[in-house]
Protein backbone atom coordinates (compact mmCIF):
# COMPACT_ATOMS: atom_id res chain seq x y z
CA UNK A 1 0.00 0.00 0.00
CA UNK A 2 1.14 3.57 -0.92
CA UNK A 3 1.45 6.24 1.21
CA UNK A 4 -1.12 8.21 -1.52
CA UNK A 5 -3.92 5.33 -0.76
CA UNK A 6 -3.31 5.23 3.05
CA UNK A 7 -4.06 8.94 3.10
CA UNK A 8 -7.21 7.78 0.91
CA UNK A 9 -8.47 5.07 3.65
CA UNK A 10 -10.87 6.66 5.71
CA UNK A 11 -10.90 6.38 9.73
CA UNK A 12 -13.65 4.01 10.05
CA UNK A 13 -11.48 1.55 7.68
CA UNK A 14 -8.69 2.17 10.12
CA UNK A 15 -10.56 1.61 12.98
CA UNK A 16 -12.20 -1.54 11.46
CA UNK A 17 -8.44 -2.82 10.25
CA UNK A 18 -7.13 -1.92 14.23
CA UNK A 19 -9.89 -3.54 15.90
CA UNK A 20 -9.62 -6.92 13.98
CA UNK A 21 -5.80 -7.05 14.10
CA UNK A 22 -5.42 -6.09 17.61
CA UNK A 23 -8.43 -8.85 18.71
CA UNK A 24 -6.48 -11.74 16.70
CA UNK A 25 -3.47 -10.71 18.40
CA UNK A 26 -4.90 -11.01 21.58
CA UNK A 27 -6.29 -14.03 20.52
CA UNK A 28 -2.93 -15.27 19.55
CA UNK A 29 -1.64 -14.18 22.69
CA UNK A 30 -4.06 -16.05 24.92
CA UNK A 31 -3.72 -19.10 23.12
CA UNK A 32 0.15 -19.27 23.65
CA UNK A 33 -0.12 -17.77 27.58
CA UNK A 34 2.23 -19.38 29.98
CA UNK A 35 1.74 -17.55 32.87
CA UNK A 36 5.68 -16.49 32.45
CA UNK A 37 6.34 -14.69 29.46
CA UNK A 38 3.16 -14.41 27.90
CA UNK A 39 0.32 -13.17 30.51
CA UNK A 40 -3.19 -13.24 29.60
CA UNK A 41 -6.73 -13.44 31.35
CA UNK A 42 -8.73 -16.37 31.02
CA UNK A 43 -12.49 -17.32 30.63
CA UNK A 44 -13.59 -16.78 34.18
CA UNK A 45 -11.28 -14.11 34.84
CA UNK A 46 -10.32 -12.00 31.70
CA UNK A 47 -8.49 -9.28 33.28
CA UNK A 48 -4.80 -9.37 34.67
CA UNK A 49 -5.28 -8.29 37.88
CA UNK A 50 -1.48 -8.97 38.49
CA UNK A 51 0.99 -11.10 38.19
CA UNK A 52 5.05 -11.04 38.75
CA UNK A 53 6.32 -9.78 35.48
CA UNK A 54 3.03 -7.03 35.80
CA UNK A 55 2.73 -5.82 38.81
CA UNK A 56 -0.79 -3.97 39.88
CA UNK A 57 -1.58 -2.44 42.97
CA UNK A 58 -5.43 -1.24 43.59
CA UNK A 59 -6.38 2.08 45.73
CA UNK A 60 -9.68 2.80 46.91
CA UNK A 61 -10.94 5.85 48.22
CA UNK A 62 -14.47 7.50 48.21
CA UNK A 63 -16.21 7.16 45.03
CA UNK A 64 -12.70 6.88 43.30
CA UNK A 65 -10.92 3.36 42.26
CA UNK A 66 -7.17 4.08 40.82
CA UNK A 67 -5.35 1.30 39.70
CA UNK A 68 -1.24 0.95 39.08
CA UNK A 69 0.47 -0.89 36.66
CA UNK A 70 4.19 -1.31 36.45
CA UNK A 71 5.46 -1.87 33.13
CA UNK A 72 8.73 -3.36 32.63
CA UNK A 73 11.01 -2.47 29.93
CA UNK A 74 9.74 -4.25 26.43
CA UNK A 75 6.31 -5.09 28.08
CA UNK A 76 3.40 -5.16 26.00
CA UNK A 77 -0.48 -4.88 27.21
CA UNK A 78 -3.33 -5.09 25.55
CA UNK A 79 -5.69 -3.33 27.54
CA UNK A 80 -9.48 -3.78 28.19
CA UNK A 81 -12.03 -1.61 26.64
CA UNK A 82 -12.99 1.21 29.52
CA UNK A 83 -16.66 2.07 29.38
CA UNK A 84 -16.14 5.51 30.97
CA UNK A 85 -14.04 8.35 30.44
CA UNK A 86 -11.24 8.60 32.69
CA UNK A 87 -8.24 10.35 33.62
CA UNK A 88 -4.55 7.80 32.73
CA UNK A 89 -1.37 9.04 34.45
CA UNK A 90 2.56 8.16 33.23
CA UNK A 91 4.41 8.37 36.34
CA UNK A 92 7.80 7.23 35.04
CA UNK A 93 9.25 5.73 32.28
CA UNK A 94 8.18 6.30 28.30
CA UNK A 95 5.59 4.35 26.67
CA UNK A 96 4.11 4.17 23.10
CA UNK A 97 -0.46 3.89 23.21
CA UNK A 98 -1.53 3.12 19.82
CA UNK A 99 -5.21 2.74 19.11
CA UNK A 100 -8.01 2.59 16.54
CA UNK A 101 -7.01 6.42 15.55
CA UNK A 102 -3.46 6.94 16.88
CA UNK A 103 -0.08 6.18 17.87
CA UNK A 104 1.68 8.31 20.51
CA UNK A 105 4.54 8.40 22.35
CA UNK A 106 4.23 9.58 26.17
CA UNK A 107 7.34 10.41 28.20
CA UNK A 108 7.02 10.59 31.89
CA UNK A 109 5.12 12.40 33.84
CA UNK A 110 1.75 13.08 31.67
CA UNK A 111 -1.23 13.15 31.89
CA UNK A 112 -3.83 11.67 29.51
CA UNK A 113 -8.15 11.42 29.44
CA UNK A 114 -9.02 8.31 28.19
CA UNK A 115 -12.07 8.49 26.23
CA UNK A 116 -15.20 5.51 26.71
CA UNK A 117 -14.85 2.75 24.17
CA UNK A 118 -11.12 2.63 23.57
CA UNK A 119 -8.93 -0.03 23.47
CA UNK A 120 -5.41 0.54 23.97
CA UNK A 121 -1.98 -1.54 23.05
CA UNK A 122 0.92 -0.12 25.67
CA UNK A 123 4.23 -0.56 24.95
CA UNK A 124 7.37 0.13 28.07
CA UNK A 125 10.44 1.25 26.09
CA UNK A 126 11.54 1.47 29.59
CA UNK A 127 10.30 0.66 33.12
CA UNK A 128 6.82 2.64 33.79
CA UNK A 129 4.28 3.37 35.92
CA UNK A 130 1.13 4.09 34.68
CA UNK A 131 -2.22 4.61 36.79
CA UNK A 132 -5.94 4.70 35.97
CA UNK A 133 -7.92 6.52 37.73
CA UNK A 134 -11.90 5.35 37.74
CA UNK A 135 -14.93 6.55 39.53
CA UNK A 136 -16.39 3.91 41.69
CA UNK A 137 -19.58 4.73 42.18
CA UNK A 138 -20.50 1.40 44.45
CA UNK A 139 -17.28 2.04 46.89
CA UNK A 140 -16.72 -1.90 46.45
CA UNK A 141 -12.78 -2.85 46.84
CA UNK A 142 -13.90 -6.03 44.94
CA UNK A 143 -11.76 -6.39 42.06
CA UNK A 144 -13.63 -8.47 40.18
CA UNK A 145 -16.75 -6.96 40.46
CA UNK A 146 -14.83 -2.89 39.36
CA UNK A 147 -14.17 -4.57 36.57
CA UNK A 148 -17.40 -5.43 35.51
CA UNK A 149 -18.14 -1.94 36.34
CA UNK A 150 -15.58 0.02 33.99
CA UNK A 151 -14.48 -2.26 31.47
CA UNK A 152 -15.65 -4.94 28.11
CA UNK A 153 -13.24 -7.08 27.32
CA UNK A 154 -14.61 -7.49 23.48
CA UNK A 155 -15.84 -4.67 21.39
CA UNK A 156 -19.37 -6.64 21.37
CA UNK A 157 -19.37 -6.57 24.91
CA UNK A 158 -19.05 -3.30 25.19
CA UNK A 159 -21.56 -2.37 21.85
CA UNK A 160 -24.03 -4.15 23.96
CA UNK A 161 -23.45 -2.07 26.83
CA UNK A 162 -24.00 1.04 24.90
CA UNK A 163 -27.00 -0.32 23.95
CA UNK A 164 -28.49 -1.10 27.13
CA UNK A 165 -27.10 1.85 28.96
Known amino acids: MTDSSLCVRSKTELARDFRSNVTSLENTLKSMADGVSVIAGTENKP ?5 EALPIRHFFMDGVYVREMTM ?39 IIVSTPGVKRVLY ?9 AHKNESNTEDVDQLEKEIVAVSYEEYEEYIKNK
Open 47 to 51: IVTDS
Open 72 to 110: LKDTMVIGAIHKHLHMCFLLTGKITVSNETEVVDHIAPC
Open 124 to 132: AHEDSIWIN
